[in-house]
Every structure is written in structure tokens, then in C-alpha cells.
Antibody, heavy 120, light 110 residues
Framework: QITLKESGPTLVKPTQTLTLTCTFS??????????VGWIRQPPGKALEWLAL???????LYSPSLKSRLTVTRDTSKNQVVLTMTNMDPVDTATYYC????????????WGQGALVTVSS | QSVLTQPPSVSAAPGQKVTISCAGS????????VSWYQQFPGTAPKLLIY???KRPSGIPDRFSGSKSGTSATLGITGLQTGDEADYYC???????????FGTGTRVTVL
């Protein structure tokens, strides 16, 4: 059974760096083909894909946010960490991590989401 | 910011059918598989359809997907009040090397 859960601060100030952790179980990020993605959703708005990290540590980023994002993995802890710099109020959103199906760009299991508010 | 266009809302009476369109281009829908996600208010999205028309285990066959050219469609037959949710299409954009979601569609059961 695959589960994921996001954790991190609920409130960050403008210009600060956000660090979110995705802790997962039911799969290993060392297994060939596995990936974990990050997706966010501002209140009342659509989903936006942010980043993806693969089993081989290859990373993909949204072109529009690439300069601000870093995603890393800790296979021993079954965790993936998303870092977003220079936070702005427009970055207020629920941030989700999700399991990418092996060999396909499909997000088949999602975490419950973590609401992050950016405000001074 | 979404590159995939969906109607903001669709509605129908219980038992009826609704279809949701997802319009894109050759850089994404035209050359990649499409997934659909269902999201109830305050909850995480859930995979509903993948590879254009396949249903994960546990998804009833009232939900169907199709793709033609640069557009995809989600169909819901035998509409139930429990189907009231937001629905998003998603696919890979080969030119951007980025995953893209649709603008989202709210389904309302009248």
C-alpha cells in the first residue's frame, strides 16, 4: 500500500525559503523507474506541476519556477524534500507530493497536501 | 497558466451523462497519454483515468476517457450526486519537458 504525506511550515514570510518534506511508504525511490512529483494548488485555482525526482536522482522542474526550486531525495529515510526560494504571497497554496507510476507520467497516489500561506 | 483548456463547469440531472473536454496541442495531448483526476473539495486529487481511456482498479465503468488528435474527453454516465467534484486533465508536454494540468471543470448534479 502506497502512502505519502507532506510536512513543513504552514506559514512563511515573503522572501523566505520554503522547505517541504514528503515522507512515503509502500515503495522505494531506489527502484528502477520510480518517481515522486510535487504539485501545488492555490486556493480556488487549478493544479500546477512543480517538479519530479526519479529513482536515479534525475530531476525535472517546471520551466517557470525552475530557478527557485530544488528537489532532493533521501532513500534511507523514504523522503523527498522540495525547496522553494524567495517565497511570495502568490505562492500561497496547498502543496502535494505524488507517486509517479513506473514507466509512465501518471500520478497514481497522492499525499493529503500541506497548506502553506505566505504572509508577513 | 494552464496550457490545457477545460470548460469551467458542466451540469446535468442525476442519471444523465456529462462530458468534459480538454483541449491542447501537438506538443502535449497530441503526442502523449492523457490522465484525468477527480478532486473533492478539501481533498487531494485522485487518479480517475490514465493512458487516455484506462481506469484504475476500483473506478466504476461509468467513467470513461477518450482522445482524438489534440483533445481529450472525460465522460460520466449515470450521474450521481457523489460525482460532484472538480475534474482535471493532465499530460506530459514534450516541448516544455513539463507535466501540465488542465484548467479544471466543476461538475454539478442538478
Amino acid at each position: 500500500q502506497i502512502t505519502l504525506k507532506e510536512s513543513g511550515p504552514t506559514l512563511v514570510k515573503p522572501t523566505q525559503t520554503l522547505t517541504l518534506t514528503c515522507t512515503f511508504s509502500g515503495f522505494s525511490l531506489s527502484t528502477n523507474g520510480v518517481g515522486v512529483g510535487w504539485i501545488r494548488q492555490p486556493p480556488g485555482k487549478a493544479l500546477e506541476w512543480l517538479a519530479l525526482i526519479y529513482w536515479d536522482d534525475d530531476q525535472l522542474y517546471s520551466p517557470s519556477l525552475k530557478s527557485r526550486l530544488t528537489v532532493t531525495r533521501d532513500t534511507s529515510k523514504n523522503q523527498v524534500v522540495l525547496t522553494m526560494t524567495n517565497m511570495d504571497p502568490v505562492d500561497t497554496a496547498t502543496y502535494y507530493c505524488a507517486h509517479r507510476r513506473v514507466g509512465a507520467m501518471i500520478f497514481d497516489y497522492w499525499g493529503q497536501g500541506a497548506l502553506v500561506t505566505v504572509s508577513s | 497558466q494552464s496550457v490545457l483548456t477545460q470548460p469551467p463547469s458542466v451540469s446535468a440531472a442525476p442519471g444523465q451523462k456529462v462530458t468534459i473536454s480538454c483541449a491542447g496541442s501537438s506538443s502535449h495531448i497530441g503526442n502523449n497519454y492523457v490522465s484525468w483526476y477527480q478532486q473533492f473539495p478539501g481533498t487531494a486529487p485522485k487518479l480517475l483515468i490514465y493512458d487516455n481511456n484506462k481506469r484504475p482498479s476500483g473506478i466504476p465503468d461509468r467513467f470513461s476517457g477518450s482522445k482524438s488528435g489534440t483533445s481529450a474527453t472525460l465522460g460520466i454516465t449515470g450521474l450521481q450526486t457523489g460525482d460532484e467534484a472538480d475534474y482535471y486533465c493532465g499530460t506530459w508536454d514534450s516541448s516544455l519537458s513539463s507535466y501540465v494540468f488542465g484548467t479544471g471543470t466543476r461538475v454539478t448534479v442538478l
